[in-house]
């Protein structure tokens, strides 16, 4: 007992602390819009046992082929929904991020405590995204081709037969899998940089050998044919750029726009940009071609679409990590932070307690968040609770608008009985229709020829917008609802 106790030193109890703290960030009301529709998806899918190929959830795109791109999660998401209510997903979100956390952190470099900081920095730069929804996955397997390869260069281990199982798996899982290709692209331009530049650029970081790169393109080749094991088989080879080609994607939905910097909850992207380029101007080192090849492509990637956040910061941080180490070097922090710690029974007594200490804080932390009070109380401030309930409650004939915002909600609360004019399926909306709502949404000339041709009698909308505006100034809308989050109007007569 002696001897397990004067192993858990400072450095060992930083480490613990840290990884309890991420967990616990990480554990929030799971109230993403599009979570509702992907949980929807995958209880149809369930109690059909078969999966969806075609859309039921809308009007306007009813019958239409859709490639259920994140089938194999929206099963696993509606079963732990329908098992564990919103605590497992909340869990499910912070067991990812902890997940990935944990794979960054073994490509890092330096002390547990210069790694606890610059990991917090990223890690904080990737918080936009934790929501339950699919392409959590997605975040965590692109750490975990980091580390593939990490220890293919940086240790000399070849794991590189792991990455085509795993993108059999991340293809029937989310599309994002292109996420993993960025990183092998990176990494073989960027060590073809370094046997280039070996000689000009001598330097003292490891480099792959010729033979060593053709293998990771062999295993890229692999992966990309392993991606036809799903049951979409050659669809999933062009399905992400078919999505991003979407015009309304960039126009009008936050997460493919690029990044607007005045929020708070962006800036931490530009902290983590300019402390790696500040640490490696400043750390005497050179920058390894991986390195810049990895941290160039995904800023340009972050720069263009906020959703490519996260995976910058996942590439990055291991980076920031080893020039802030050299720094560390230069001023002579790093020898002292070396120095052997203390080791002893009672020293390792006190660290387990103060572990506890901080465990007991965090299981404080977590409990509102998994209580399912606070779930409703979250989405009732957010989304059309009341005015579904209104609509289910006095069944309004005829088709329903919605904002886009909204559609995933209503369809899991409304389906069968009413289909959504639109929700966060971009590639079964296409420009088309996403033109179409947009038309009626800011209630642009000719939205009133839209809803006609879609047969709407039915309009649920935010209470001060352009659309309630004008639908109560056009004369045959009548309001039958209103709350502070949403309005609902009915064509004609209607129920009050």
Same mark, same amino acid.
């Given at each position: ?36 529709w992907h949980l929807l998806a995958g209880r149809v899918s369930v109690e059909r ?264 910061? =996942?590439?990055?941080?291991? /980076? !920031?990590?080893?020039? #802030? %180490?050299?720094?560390?070097? +230069?001023? *002579?922090?790093?020898?002292? &932070? ?89 590639? =079964?909306?296409?420009?088309? /229709? !996403?033109?179409?709502? #947009? %038309?009626?949404?800011?209630? +642009?000339? *000719?939205?009133?020829?839209? &809803? ?13 917008d352009a659309l309630s505006a004008q639908l109560r100034c056009v004369g045959g ?20």
């Open positions: 007992m002696k001897r397990v106790l004067a192993w858990f030193t400072v450095q060992r109890l930083v480490t613990a602390i840290l990884f309890v703290a991420i967990f616990a960030m990480a554990v929030r009301e799971p109230v993403d819009t599009d979570t509702w046992g078969e999966i969806l190929r075609s859309d039921l959830f809308s009007h306007t795109r009813y019958g239409a082929p859709w490639t259920a791109y994140a089938w194999l999660s929206e099963v696993l998401l509606f079963t732990i929904f329908d098992r564990f209510s919103y605590a497992g997903l909340a869990l499910w979100i912070a067991a990812m991020v902890a997940g990935t956390a944990a794979f960054v952190y073994k490509q890092m470099e330096g002390d547990p405590f210069s790694r606890a900081f610059v990991l917090v920095l990223g890690m904080t730069a990737t918080a936009l995204t934790w929501t339950a929804r699919p392409h959590m996955t997605s975040f965590f397997f692109t750490a975990v081709v980091g580390y593939v390869l990490y220890l293919f260069k940086w240790r000399g281990i070849n794991r590189l037969w792991v990455l085509p199982p795993l993108f059999v798996v991340w293809v029937n899982l989310h599309a994002g899998y292109t996420l993993g290709f960025m990183v092998m692209v990176a990494f073989v331009g960027g060590e073809v940089l370094n046997r280039l530049l070996a000689r000009a650029l001598p330097g003292s970081d490891p480099t792959v050998s010729w033979r060593g790169i053709g293998w990771v393109v062999l295993v890229g080749m692999v992966c990309a044919l392993a991606l036809l094991i799903n049951p979409n088989t050659t669809q999933m080879w062009t399905y992400y750029l078919e999505t991003v080609r979407i015009g309304a994607l960039q126009d009008f939905i936050q997460e493919w726009q690029s990044p607007d910097f005045h929020p708070l909850f962006t800036q931490p992207f530009i902290w983590l940009l300019l402390a790696t380029v500040g640490a490696m101007g400043l750390s005497g080192r050179r920058v390894d071609g991986t390195d810049l090849a990895l941290v160039a492509l995904f800023t340009y990637a972050a720069l263009l679409a906020v959703r490519n956040i996260a995976p910058f910061a =996942l590439v990055a941080t291991p /980076v !920031l990590s080893r020039h #802030v %180490t050299a720094v560390m070097e +230069r001023v *002579g922090w790093a020898a002292r &932070l070396r120095r052997p710690p203390r080791s002893s029974a009672g020293m390792g007594a006190l660290n387990l307690a103060l572990l506890g200490l901080v465990a007991v804080a965090a299981l404080a932390v977590i409990q509102p968040p998994l209580r399912a009070e606070a779930n409703e109380a979250a989405a009732r401030e957010a989304l059309p609770v009341d005015a579904a309930g209104w609509i289910l409650e006095h069944r309004p004939a005829g088709e329903l608008f919605n904002p886009y915002n909204w559609g995933g909600y209503l369809a899991w609360r409304l389906w069968p009985e009413y289909g959504v004019f639109v929700d966060g399926r971009t590639d =079964l909306y296409g420009d088309e /229709v !996403l033109g179409e709502y #947009v %038309t009626v949404q800011l209630a +642009r000339p *000719g939205f009133e020829d839209v &809803l006609e041709g879609y047969s709407v009698n039915l309009v649920l909308t935010y209470p001060d809308w009548r309001e039958v609802y209103r709350d502070e989050v949403a309005v609902v109007f009915v064509r004609g007569a209607g129920d009050g």
